[in-house]
């Protein structure tokens, strides 16, 4: 019986990972309703618990990939792999409007470039403080400053470790959780209360999820100002950081 | 037909790292320069062309919208096949480098938001002398 199942699940790696992210998702759903009151935004936990995942697979097989490593699981490599990726981030600008985007004008634009490359001079600043020299691991642990979208993709771009990968990663998912917990608290300090700051916030703030969950919870109506912004978020972050951010490191560290 | 719109999509996705591959190369670096933001700007692009012609029904835009849609599901999978236990190692960066740049994003949205004038902050919110939500 157990092993029936467990044949199936191997032989149908990838639509078993569909069915094993949509349970993640729905756990995750659950916990920031209840446990959190919508504070935390539901896809942030789901990524929390996938990295848990990972870490799991890891300590269990000693390997470098995670939950991928557990034989059963092996389809989720497919799902997350760097094609189906690549594919889902680009469909996402088809929900940018172009016409509303004019609308945000020259503020977001200034806006969502500070929103670009300050995080990235801290993050990759502060990855070297800690050791991480060298021009690869500082670009992508800065990228991942950004969004913890732009992280990885900088990072499969420019050839980084699965370990600064991941560091990356738990470098933007840290930043979307404090923009979505903080940014109801801060409100005042940063003057949200009009849809021009909503765009400047969407654009410095970054991280769809973090942007759009804190100002749910500050003021609905400032919600598609922030987002239609940040949405640009990772385009921009996508597209600076294997290049222009990537040679200017290089340029700098060597 | 919902595959029209996926198609659409595919043929932006393989473009786009086409040109970021070609971009890689002229730039002598052997990696794909941008390649997934230069798919992102050909797909609204298309959007911004085919929307006023009507080209895009519903069922169409759907094909794209469904890839779109599962995008935080793809990245749950992608964050369950990093290497986290090496990561850990990594010690405290990852909450440092995100709690220095949420502070000085900050700062900086607060100070931009500032030089916006009592009259246009009054215009919208004529009803409201207090800040929204708190």
Redesign the interface.
Known sequence: MLELFEKAARQNGLVMAFAVVGIIVLLSGKISRTLTFGRIHGSAIAISIGLLLAYWGGTQTGGKNGLVDVTLFGGIGLMGGAMLRDFAIVATAFEVQATEARKAGLIGIVALFLGTILPFIVGAAIARAFGYTDAISMTTIGAGAVTYIVGPVTGAAIGASSEVMALSIATGLVKAIIVMVGTPVAARFLGLKTPRSAMVFGGLAGTVSGVSAGLAATDRRLVPYGALVATFHTGLGCLLGPSLLFFVTKAIVG | MIIYGTAL??C??LL??FL?DM?GSL?G?K???????????L??FA??VMVPRKLLPEAT?AG?????A?????????????????????????????????V???C???A???T?SPE??AA??PDQSQ????
């Open positions: 999509l595919a932006c996705h786009g790292i970021g971009l730039l670096v990696a794909n320069v941008g390649g997934v933001g230069i798919a992102m700007l797909l609204i959007r911004m835009e794209v919208g469904y890839w779109g599962m995008y935080i599901p793809v990245v749950v999978a992608m964050a369950a096949q990093q290497n986290v236990v090496a990561a850990l190692h990594g010690g405290p960066v990852a909450l440092l480098a995100a709690l220095a740049a949420v000085v994003c900050g900086c949205i607060a931009i938001n500032r916006e246009s902050i919208i919110n800040p929204l939500g708190i």
